[in-house]
Every structure is written in C-alpha cells, then in structure tokens.
C-alpha cells in the first residue's frame, strides 16, 4: 500500500550543490521536494523573484506522488556584485499543507587560476647518491591547484619509486640521485579552469671520477743495466660522468729497475792428467765454473775433456798386461787384509774405552740455581733484560705515614681483611654534563663553519686502512683552573669538560706548589682529536707516586676499527707519540672507558688522545643540539643545528657561542653514531605549521661533507633554518629537525621551550676532601698489599679483583704498586660517590685468604 505523504512535511529529494562559474557561464542550481506545494529559492538571505524560477511538476511513477522541481541560474555578475562576510549562497524552502521545509545552503564561487607561480624550481647539479630537493608554490586559484612533476614531459610517479616522495607542501624529494633523475623538471599546477607550467629547471646528476685498479708493473725497458718499470691505472671506476671531476692523482708510475747483464761462462784449469791407462792414454778434464754462465749468458765454447797417447806411441803387448794384472791382484789382496786387522784393533780398544771414561759428571750431577727474589731484598732486577717476575712478592720502602683517628677504626687489621663501610665516609663529587640557560641578548649572525677544509685520504699504516687527516684549526680560548697542593694530595676538575686531575697522596712533597690543568681545542698538524688536549703541570716537577688525568673522548672503542694513539707535545712544542692504547708500557698507563680515558702519568706537560679508523666501521659519537633565537621585535626566528664531538668540552663551546647571541636551547642533546664511511650529514626540518610559520626557499635541506664531520677537530659545527611567523602574534613553534648519515644513523630532534641556566663553576678539591678512600685506611691497604704475602694477598690480587689487572708491568715498576692502583680506581670512580665496589673487592679477598688459610691448617 502506498504510504499517504500527504500528511507529513516537504522532503528534498535533490538538494542544491555547491558550483563554481567557470569564465562567464552562469551555472544552474536544482531543487526537488515532496509533496510540496510551492518551491523558492533563497540566496544571501533575500528570495529570488518568482520570474526567475523554472518549475514544473511530474509524477514519481513508484510512489504516485506528485514531485515539484525547480530550477535558477546564477550569472558571474550577480556573485561578482555580491559583497558580504561570506561567498555566495542559496538554498530552497519548499511549502506543503503542514509547513515548510529548508535544503542545506550551496555556495557559488568564481573560478580562477593564476598565471604566475609563487615559487618556480631551480635547476642544479647533484652528486650521484646525493638529495635532490625542487621546490614549487603553485599559483593562487579557486578551487586549489593540484600538482604534479614532469621529467623531460613525463609524469613523475612516486608510487611506484621509494627513493622519490611528492610532500604535501609540493616540494618534490629524490632521496639519492641516480644517472636516470637527470633531466628537465616542471611543476604543473591545474585546477577546472585551466593548467599552469612552471619554468623548467635542469637538474644534473654527476659522477666524480674513480681510479681502476693499478696494472701489474711492466718488466724493465733495457735488457742490462739500470732501467725503468711502468704501471697505470685510468680514471673509470667510475668515470667522470655529466661534468664530475676528473682523478686527482697521477695515471702513470714509474721506478726505477736494475735488469742483470748476461755473465758468459769461462774455463777453469785443467785438471792433472790421470794415470796412463792399458790403451796407452791418460784423460784431464776442465768445468765452465770462472765463470759460471748466468743470467742467460754464453757457455764455454771448446771441449771439456781432453786425453793423449802416454808411451809416446809404444803400448806393451799381451804377456806384459797378464803380468801387470797379477801383479795389481795381489796389491789388492794386501791391503784388504790390511784394513781388515785396523777394524779388528779398533773394536777391541773401542770396548774397553767404555771403562776407562771420567764418570764424575755422572756421579756429582748438576747444581741447582734458585732465581726466586728474596722477600726482603732490593726489587729491581739484576738483569734488566729479563722481565719482573710478578709473581713474586716484594717489600717497597716508600714511607707511610699513618694518622690516628676515627677511620682508624674501619677495618680490623688488613692481614685479615675484614671490611668494614660506614655510611659517613662515603665521599660525593659531581661534575654538571651540560649547561642549559635563557636568551639574553639580541641574537647575532653567526660565523659560517669555522672550517670548510676537505680532509685527504692517505695509506697510512697498511694496504687498505681508511686513514683521514683533518685541518688545522686555530685555538680558541683555554680553560684553566689551579690548585695548590701539598704532601695530602688533592683533585682538579675543570667544569662540563670531562677532564679532572687526582693527585695522590704523598705526589708532591711537603711544600705547596700549584698544578694546573688546562683544555685547549685543538691539536697542531692534521690529526684526529678524540677529545680535547690536556696539560698538567708545572713543567719540571719532580713527582713521586704518578697523578691520574681523565681525559673524556668520542671513539666507539674498538681494537679491530680505531688506532687510538697518546700523544704528548715535547720541548720543541711538537707532538710524538707515547703510547698506543692497546699497548702495554712501563712508562705510562692508559684504561680506556666507554666515554672517557684514565691516565697514569708522572711527566707534566700536554696531552692529546688521537684517533685513526682503521676500517669504515670505525665510530665515533656526535652530540646534536638544537639552538633557537629572534630578533627584538621581528618576525623571523632561526633555528641552529650543531653536531659536534660528543665530549663535553665541545659542548661547552657551543653553549659559550650561544650564550653570546641570546640562544636557547629547545630539545636534550642526542648523540649520533657517525661511521668512517665517507658519507656526508644532512640536516632537514620538517612538520613546520604552514599555516603560521614559513622558511626560506633552498634551506629546508642541508648537508655537511664527510671531511667537514670527521675532522671537525671539535669545532662548533652548525647550520641554520631561518623561518618567518605570518602574524606577531604567533607564540608557538613546533618542527622536527632530522639528522641522519646518508647510509646510516638517523636521530630525530624535537623542538621544546627553553630550559633554565646552570651556573658552571670551577672546582678544586684539596686534602682528604678530594678522596673517597679515608688516608689512613688507604695505607693500610697499601701497606697490606704492598708487602709480600705468603699465602697470595698481594697488589696483583687487588688489581684484579678491581678490574685493572692490565698492564701490570707498569705498577710493578712503582714504589707503591697498591698506591697507584688506588689513584687509578679514584679517577675511574670519581662520579659514582661510592665505595661499595671497592669494599666488595676487599671482602672477596678476605674470604679467599680465609679459605687458604684453612687450607693450610689443615695441612
């Protein structure tokens, strides 16, 4: 049955549409209800006349109902003369007998494109692998241009290429160029009215030449004497290719060579003419020996043998030679016999010669020898080429001092080892990481990268070893802190370096003097700083226990991957190697940490550790920051990016370089893991509100060389995103900043408000306050350990079970082995402000000399 509408109010079947007016085309705007009675339209609140209306009426052949439709047009004038808060609008109001019924509203707007686009992209020359960023801004139009990117006239489809990414903000990305990405690139904008192309820009993607491999040398070029040897390589691997550069370096070589001359063979001298034989001759016979033929010289030319009648042409007959041969038998009869009575004779004084031989080495033996050190004796060794034999314990005659007081009380006699740790004693020292503060002064441009030097690439320690030298860079202002101390020793620290000095106990003697420590930012010649360099002194003083320097540096330590060098710099201000590392010397000792390096030292002056990747896998750590200022009353911001050495000394330059022009700091540093592997850093900024914030053209993207990073030598390296705010009144900032190595790590920087300053100040600690260790129990301990131990509680024990059982030559050439293996852990553990570790290893070694001693009384 059919439901009887009648009854209930209009309902639209078709309601207006929003439309644009194309050129001068009116548009039409439709309206359908049922049941109605009347139908009107209504724009920009005022009704339509009724002259205007195109209506008519049919029967809906499913409900039988009847359905009005009507119908206007909308010219370009009427919306053109229209001026309101809003675009032009109608919508329909249908009438029946109950009441009436409204249509959504349906705006019309004007349709247009403009000619002129906002930004066009601009050509440029790419390395092959590198980013290539084109920007384009669409013209102005209604509805919204959309775009797309031609190569060489051909759509540029990034769904069916990962490496390409069409933004939202129409930029188009190539995130490592290939040969087939050359080409002319347009940006084409369109929308229902018309289609816009942008000027074309040219975009070369170029190959920088590689050397082939060398030949194998060519043989000499003379065949005797002093000649020459060639090899060759040519630049194809790969070839220059679209304007790259072409090989640095020669394509030839040349040595020189020395071919052997031919040596041609000559006669020695006849030899004796033998015994003249029964056909009446006698043979002599020479060698080609003086010389002997070489080196592809000539034999001798003649004959080798010669032979000549010896009777002067009278031969005997044959009677003759039957008498001759008799007579020759019975010779050899003879001396057979003859022979066989010497055997005989020397086989009987053979066999009582066994009886007669001095057997006293037999019956006294050998004396045995005891190399063995005597407990009490001198420990130097009498033979210095032969190695301490540290299993042997020693007793040292460095003078102790022991102080009554209340520690006194803290260990029961340490040939026990029993512990005790109260909680009083435990010593806290701290040293601030990083320094975080406020914009305080207009901002300033700031200095372009301090060095844009490209590093070389040599062969330096082996066929195929990644060895890069960096630039040199002038010194910045040094850090410097002083203490004076005395016979109880002390600690230095410079602030937010990573560098402190601990001097023991008993280093320096009686008098005060000052030592001082200072950083400066870089190494002279072209080395690889792993940290800053370091001195100590006065230069001249005479120690007599070591100090322990802690150096913080950048290396990912690894044997296999890093050259990690100690240099010092000697009298004639230049630097030379003391020590590697991984090396074990008697006149230094090294222990490298995760982050930082601990030094044994006991000559004042500078110091430096110095890193060589050995292979691409080589790491070492960048620390990235993001720095944010504006200018006084401007709308520009700008935003800067640092990626230094992750060592807090190289922090702190940048922290000193921001405070200068009002920076502040708007996300925690994060560090980055940069490999030896000749890539370069790019730095973009990403998710800035467009709507509030705009940049610069061409700097949404930037990068940094492969040298630039590596050799940076901890200078301040940085680069800038300079942005405009659309209103003054926009407050708010948000973007993400990515930095990534190409074929590597990528960390993701998240801009924050700023953080509050901390005050840096410098540190110096002197007497018992700059140890964790209480004095007098440290010379028990050193008294304990230093004194040789029957039942194995000695210094090498302590060294082990404090994990520095390397290198142990090194302690035993020390007055105070237990002394300097103290200072050592003092260094380690100077910001843990704990002792439990310690009191741990001294138990453990109290129940280990508890079991023996059981041992032997059971024995």
């Not at 430096?608 to 080589?618: D, I, K, N, S, Y």
């Not at 404090?802 to 035993?812: E, K």
């Amino acid at each position: 049955r059919t439901p009887n509408l009648s009854s209930t109010l209009p309902h639209f079947i078709q309601e207006p549409e929003d439309a644009y007016i194309i050129k001068s085309n009116p548009i039409k705007l439709r309206c359908r209800a049922a049941p109605a009675l009347q139908i009107f339209f209504k724009c920009n609140g005022e009704w339509v006349h009724q002259n205007e209306h195109f209506s008519h009426e049919y029967k809906d052949l499913n409900t039988g109902l009847k359905v009005r439709e009507v119908m206007i047009n909308v010219s370009r004038q009427q919306v053109e003369d229209f001026h309101g808060p809003e675009d032009y609008w109608c919508l329909c109001v249908a009438w029946s007998h109950l009441g009436t019924s409204k249509s959504r509203k349906a705006t019309v707007r004007i349709a247009y494109l403009r000619k002129n686009f906002d930004q066009d992209p601009q050509g440029k020359e790419v390395p092959i692998n590198g980013m290539i960023v084109l920007h384009c801004r669409p013209p102005e139009g209604v509805p919204v241009a959309e775009v797309q990117w031609l190569r060489n006239e051909e759509v540029v489809n990034s769904m069916n290429d990962d490496n390409i990414d069409t933004r939202a903000d129409h930029n188009l990305i190539i995130n490592e160029a290939r040969l087939s990405d050359s080409g002319n690139y347009t940006c084409l904008a369109s929308n229902i009215v018309a289609k816009r192309r942008s000027a074309t820009a040219a975009v070369i993607v170029f190959v920088n030449g590689g050397w082939s491999l060398w030949t194998e040398w060519s043989a000499c070029n003379v065949p005797c004497g002093r000649g020459i040897q060639k090899r060759s390589r040519t630049c194809t691997n790969p070839a220059p290719l679209n304007g790259g550069a072409f090989c640095e370096g020669m394509s030839v070589q040349k040595i020189t060579c020395n071919a052997l001359c031919p040596i041609d063979g000559g006669w020695d001298e006849w030899s004796v003419w033998t015994v003249c034989s029964n056909q009446c001759e006698r043979q002599r016979s020479r060698e080609c020996n003086s010389p002997a033929p070489r080196h592809r010289g000539k034999m001798c030319e003649g004959n080798a043998e010669a032979s000549e009648n010896c009777t002067d042409g009278l031969c005997m007959d044959s009677s003759t030679d039957v008498a001759l041969y008799s007579g020759l038998g019975a010779g050899i009869v003879a001396v057979a016999i003859l022979v066989v009575a010497v055997m005989l004779y020397r086989k009987n004084h053979s066999d009582y010669g066994v009886d007669v031989i001095d057997s006293s080495a037999l019956a006294g033996g050998f004396q045995s020898f005891n190399f063995k050190t005597t407990r009490q004796g001198n420990p130097l060794l009498l033979n210095s080429s032969i190695q301490p034999d540290l299993t042997v314990g020693r007793t040292y005659t460095t003078p102790l001092c022991f102080q009554d007081g209340a520690d006194k009380e803290l260990f029961d006699p340490l040939p026990d080892i029993k512990v005790k740790v109260q909680s009083s004693f435990m010593v806290s020292l701290g040293v601030a990481e990083r320094a975080e503060f406020h914009a305080k002064a207009p901002a300033e441009t700031f200095p372009r990268d301090l060095s844009r030097d490209y590093c070389g690439t040599v062969d330096r320690r082996k066929k195929g070893l990644l060895t890069l030298n960096g630039p040199t860079i002038a010194s910045r202002e040094q850090l410097r802190t002083t203490g004076m101390f005395g016979h109880p020793g002390g600690r230095l620290v410079v602030p937010n370096t990573g560098v402190s000095l601990l001097v023991p106990h008993g280093a320096n003697d009686c008098i005060n003097k000052p030592f001082c420590v200072f950083s400066v930012q870089t190494l002279e010649g072209c080395e690889i700083l792993l940290g800053p360099e370091v001195m100590y002194g006065p230069p001249g003083l005479d120690l007599l226990c070591p100090v322990a320097l802690t150096i913080a540096h950048c290396a990912e330590v690894d044997a296999e991957n890093w050259n990690i060098q100690l240099k010092r710099k000697n009298s004639d201000s230049k630097w030379e190697e003391v020590m590697s590392v991984e090396e074990e010397s008697t006149c230094c000792y090294c222990l490298m940490d995760t982050k930082s390096c601990h030094l044994l030292l006991d000559r004042p002056g500078s110091y430096a550790l110095v890193g060589e990747p050995l292979t691409q896998a080589a790491v070492k750590r960048l620390k990235l920051a993001v720095f944010g200022s504006m200018d006084a009353g401007s709308v520009s911001y700008s935003l800067r990016v640092y990626c230094v050495d992750d060592t807090p000394h190289a922090f702190q330059g940048v922290v000193a370089a921001e405070r200068t022009r009002g920076g502040q700091l708007l996300e925690e540093p994060k560090t980055l893991l940069f490999l030896a592997n000749t890539f370069s850093l790019q730095v973009s900024i990403q998710d800035v509100p467009q709507f509030l914030w705009s940049i610069k053209p061409f700097t949404t993207c930037q990068e940094f060389s492969f040298p630039q990073v590596w050799c940076s030598n901890q200078q301040p390296l940085h680069c800038a995103f300079s942005l405009e705010r659309y209103s003054p009144a926009t407050a708010q900032l948000s973007c993400k900043i990515s930095v990534r190595q190409v074929k590597g790590h990528e960390q993701i920087l998240q801009v924050y408000t700023a953080v509050a300053e901390t005050d840096c100040t410098i540190t110096s600690q002197t007497g018992s306050k700059a140890f964790k260790i209480p004095q007098s129990i440290r010379q028990r301990i050193c008294a304990t350990f230093d004194t040789a131990n029957a039942k194995g509680k000695d210094w090498q024990l302590l060294a082990q079970k404090l994990h520095l059982d390397r290198n142990l030559g090194y302690f035993a050439k020390q007055h105070s082995p237990s002394a300097v293996i103290l200072s050592l852990w003092e260094a380690r553990h100077q910001d843990s402000a704990d002792l439990d570790s310690l009191a741990s290893a001294l138990e453990e070694i109290g129940k280990i000399h508890s079991r023996i001693s059981r041992l032997m009384d059971a024995q």
